[in-house]
């Protein structure tokens, strides 16, 4: 028996499972994938909202602002990339400028620090690639740029250094209220008992949801579809550069990555899948118009991949964080799509809160809040490099060549807390594939190392676990040599 279940190890679960960490009680994630970050929170536009779009007074708001400012001790805490680059709202129509004096008002209201309404002119000057019908732009020195995946990660080893179990390839199937008055929850990897319940499983919310109360819940899935361009170009613009929203969201953004790409994207098209991550020449079609509208001649030939994400939407556009009325004891974290990635830190506060005061949680002596990420030797000198090798010649040995990712790093992502299992498992932990070559050099190394070092055999070596194995069967046995 456990005293907590969370369902789904995004960005959501994690933070979650990293407040609750610090408590002295069981805890455990099921995630129906091989590994975190497998849904919406791989598959997102990468950026922390300074937070002047969410409806005033929303939860949306509160939990977008107060994310925001816990981002940089989180990020030195946990050892991941972050910076403020700050935002702009562009405006491209004269008679639409009232707008961003809205988006303004709002923001100040939200209590967004440092907005400013740009001219011509001073916006121009910060971004001269801007299109040439700029009229004007609010700017949002708080806005910033964080890497999702190593985001959820940390999070998720962080929660784990402290006792937080987390059960993968485990998929909910059913949830009962017992006679003994605890949850029973059903799963393709057998039952688990608890006390309470957090379902954060993201664009499956409301398939969780609807298992334990009969007020319905329906999750509208809105697929976006985005371009990654090469590092060559990632300097275009320095801010993240927004359209004025629309009831669709908050439009097609060019922003460059905390890893010096440029990111162009999303769509927002409402689909019936949970599984619908396939993009489309329409939608990428669409990215590239719209992006243009208000930045000017992005280099959309060096793309380097494609990619579409989920949003969890709910019709009333708002975050649903409480305890179902009709089953004491399920707390709902649904309906969390942007700015949800910025308000993460802020929703797992907000739930280990509720929880506290609810079980009457003691805080443990021993709780560890820092962790250290995997040692990128990109960054390093030559100094620092050879020191490293001295240490582990692996270290020395290039594995991808796009990152200059070393074998030594991904040794690191596979043995480490919550380690990685999959290609994508390494990828996210340390870039391996995500270079201009999309894994094309990288991954027969990859495969290999993982076989070594985990007794995978090559056949049940997958991209991304589940049925996406890369080696079919062999085509030829063992050559004797005598």
């Known amino acids: 028996m456990t005293d907590v279940i969370i369902i789904g190890a995004g960005v959501s679960g994690s933070a979650v499972a990293r407040e609750l960490s610090k408590y002295d009680i069981s805890t455990c994630v099921l995630e129906k994938c091989e590994d975190v970050c497998e849904g919406t929170s791989k598959a997102n536009s990468a950026i922390v909202h300074a937070g002047f779009d969410a409806e005033e007074g ?3 708001a509160k939990l977008n602002v107060r994310g925001n400012e816990m981002m940089d001790q989180l990020s030195k805490d946990l050892d991941i990339p972050f910076k403020r680059n700050g935002s702009m709202v562009v405006c491209v129509h004269k008679d639409a400028l009232d707008g961003l004096k809205e988006l303004y008002d709002r923001g100040v209201a939200n209590g967004v620090k440092g907005l400013k309404i740009l001219s011509r002119e001073e916006a121009l000057e910060m971004e001269p690639n801007l299109s040439d019908n700029v009229e004007g732009a609010l700017y949002a020195p708080t806005g910033g740029i964080i890497c999702p995946f190593e985001l959820t990660i940390a999070m998720a080893e962080n929660a784990n250094m402290n006792g937080v179990e ?63 361009l090469d590092k060559e170009v990632g300097g275009y613009v320095s801010h993240t550069i927004f359209p004025q929203p629309t ?11 905390v890893h010096g790409n440029l990111l ?38 060096n793309v380097i991949t494609s990619f579409a994400g989920l949003r969890a939407h709910l019709e009333r556009h708002e975050f649903v964080i409480e305890e179902v009325k009709d089953a004491p004891c399920f707390i709902d974290v649904a309906g969390i799509e942007s700015p949800g990635l910025s308000a993460s830190p802020a929703i797992g506060e907000m739930v280990g809160n509720m929880l506290k005061e609810k079980m009457g949680l003691k ?12 040692i990128k030797t990109e960054g390093l000198s030559i100094e620092e490099r050879n020191e490293l090798i001295k240490k582990n010649p692996a270290y020395g040995t290039i594995v991808c060549r796009c990152e200059s990712v070393t074998e030594g790093e991904i040794l690191d992502a596979i043995h480490r807390p919550l380690g990685a299992r999959s290609l994508d498992g390494v990828k996210r932990r ?26 995978i055999p090559y056949e049940k070596i997958t991209k991304s676990g589940g049925n996406s194995a890369i080696v079919l069967e062999r085509t030829k046995g063992e050559v004797s040599m005598s």
């Open 58 to 60: 929303s939860l949306m």
């Open 166 to 228: 987390f059960r993968f390839n485990t998929e909910v199937e059913d949830i009962k209220k017992g006679d003994d008055g605890f949850w029973h929850i059903r799963t393709n990897n057998g039952e688990y008992v608890s006390r309470y319940v957090v379902n954060a499983a993201g664009v499956y919310a409301d398939k969780i949801h609807n298992m334990v109360s009969a007020d319905k819940m329906h999750i509208i899935e809105r697929r976006g579809d985005y371009c990654l």
């Open 247 to 257: 009831k669709y969201g908050k439009g097609v953004l060019v922003t460059p990555t």
């Open 264 to 301: 162009v994207g999303p769509t927002a098209i409402d689909i019936e899948n949970k599984e619908g991550t396939a993009t489309t020449a329409m939608g990428l079609n669409e990215v590239t118009a719209k992006a243009s509208e208000n930045v000017k001649n992005l280099p959309m030939r």
């Open 363 to 374: 805080e443990k002596a021993d709780w560890i809040g820092t962790r250290k990420g995997v």
């Open 430 to 455: 340390t870039r391996a594939g995500m270079g201009r070559c999309q894994a094309g050099f990288c991954s027969p190394r990859t495969m290999e190392i993982l076989h070594r070092e985990l007794g």
